[in-house]
């Protein structure tokens, strides 16, 4: 099991930008997938963006390509989900996750969620 906490969520205006982070006390991100996940009101669940723990490649959905980068800092063991241009349909609620094989690849579905941040884009 392996505790996760976001943080950076909040209301910006359509156009900005915004970066989420996620940490755990407990076990190594360079040792786990690491994600991130959205859900919003009356919409399925979406899988944003994926970092491989085995070859560690970058996953984002179509929704989000070039517009979200998904990065790590190692040495601060913290994930960073940097969201740019960010529109009224981004808004949800952003989960992280992990999991201790590489969930990245395939349809798997990580194990270990965090509690998740709003971010809601108006005007």
């Known amino acids: 099991q392996v505790p996760l906490v976001e943080s950076g969520g909040g209301l910006v205006q359509p156009g900005n930008s915004l970066r989420l982070s996620c940490t755990s006390t407990?076990?190594?991100?360079?040792?786990?997938?690491i994600g991130w996940f959205r859900q919003a009101p009356g919409k399925e669940r979406e899988e944003v963006s994926c970092?491989?723990?085995?070859?560690?490649?970058?996953y984002y959905a179509d929704s989000v390509k070039g517009r979200f980068t998904i990065s790590r800092d190692r040495r601060k063991n913290t994930l960073y989900l940097q969201m740019n241009g960010l529109k009224p349909d981004d808004t949800a609620v952003y989960y992280c996750?992990?999991?201790?094989?590489?969930?990245?690849?395939?349809?798997?579905?990580?194990?270990?969620w965090g509690q998740g941040t709003q971010v809601t884009v108006s005007s």
């Open positions: 996750t992990a999991d201790v094989v590489d969930y990245c690849h395939g349809s798997d579905s990580p194990n270990y």
């Open positions: 407990r076990f190594s991100f360079d040792d786990v997938a």
């Open positions: 970092l491989s723990s085995t070859d560690g490649s970058k």
